[in-house]
């Protein structure tokens, strides 16, 4: 597969913590250059504060909130190009996670979901699309999350649907800018031990009796889970950045597409493959049965 080229220009969302964060260190490691993007400047300026002066260098920052609206977003992506001129990898890591019942939360918390995890990447990408069919090498990568594989999970409903339509999203991306030599990766994570990951309160502004049992064994075990989540972040950006830039454990080997990340992503998406063709094997007959003779 073809490398990105030396000193290649990434715009990264999200990059106050978490993945984002660590992708932006990883990327200027590498020598390349990085547009940092997040709703927190203060929280951008630590980052660029810790760094090496040539390291430094090669960083600016942009505040954007992903959830402002198409044409807001539009502006903020345009200025932020201004930089260096252009954009060759956008990295959509910004996200958010609202835990609670899918009949307690109701449309108002899939509304609130979607905003950030759904329309946020959609105007983020849209904006961006212009400065990577520019690029010689565009790359779109947006992180999803094995989530969307394993929507079943009593708390992560409203997630797992964000999860699960920006994937779709994304495919389809895949299919419409593969002209313009733009390559697209869907990651899928599974739990990593990143900061602030589980911060959001579990929703229960709408609290229903019938559920109090199932809602307050979630908590625990969402409480259970911050500090003991099996992926480690930082290897994890590593990986992302070599497979973006062609090296590393990239080097000679096919763009993938489909990304996931974690054991736990690989199992939960083995699960959910080898379930829905259990089933479909079953019905095969009926499925079958249906069609004008």
Request: charged share 25%; glycine share 10%; proline share 4%.
């Amino acid at each position: 597969m073809s490398m990105l080229s030396p000193s290649s220009i990434w715009f990264i969302t999200g990059a106050t913590s978490g993945f984002g964060k660590r992708f932006t260190l990883t990327a200027l490691s590498r020598g390349d250059r990085v547009i940092a993007t997040g709703r927190s400047l203060d929280k951008l300026q630590s980052i660029v504060s810790s760094l090496k002066p040539e390291d430094a260098e090669r960083v600016r920052i942009q505040q954007l909130d992903v959830t402002a609206g198409e044409e807001q977003v539009k502006s903020v992506v345009n200025q932020a190009a201004k930089h260096w001129g252009g954009i060759d990898v956008l990295i959509n890591n910004a996200g958010v996670g609202y835990h609670g019942l899918m009949e307690e939360g109701g449309s108002k918390l899939l509304r609130r979901q979607f905003e950030a995890n759904v329309f946020g990447v959609v105007d983020v990408s849209i904006a961006a699309l212009p400065y990577l069919r520019q690029s010689s090498n565009g790359r779109l990568v947006v992180i999803g999350s094995r989530s969307a594989w394993k929507a079943e999970r009593l708390g992560l409903g409203p997630y797992s649907a964000s999860k699960a339509a920006v994937g779709a999203f994304t495919e389809n991306l895949m299919t419409e800018v593969a002209p313009f030599n733009i390559k697209v990766l869907l990651v899928l994570p599974g739990a990593f031990r990143t900061e602030g990951i589980y911060g959001q309160r579990f929703f229960q502004d709408n609290s229903m009796p019938i559920h109090d049992e199932a809602r307050t064994t979630v908590m625990r075990r969402i409480a259970a889970v911050s500090g003991n989540e099996p992926g480690d972040p930082d290897k994890g950006a590593e990986v992302l950045v070599d497979i973006v830039q062609g090296r590393g454990v990239a080097k000679d080997r096919p763009w993938p597409s489909y990304l996931c990340l974690g054991e736990d992503a690989e199992t939960d998406v083995r699960y959910k493959c080898e379930t829905v063709l259990k089933s479909l094997g079953q019905w095969s007959d009926i499925s079958r049965s249906v069609k004008f003779y």
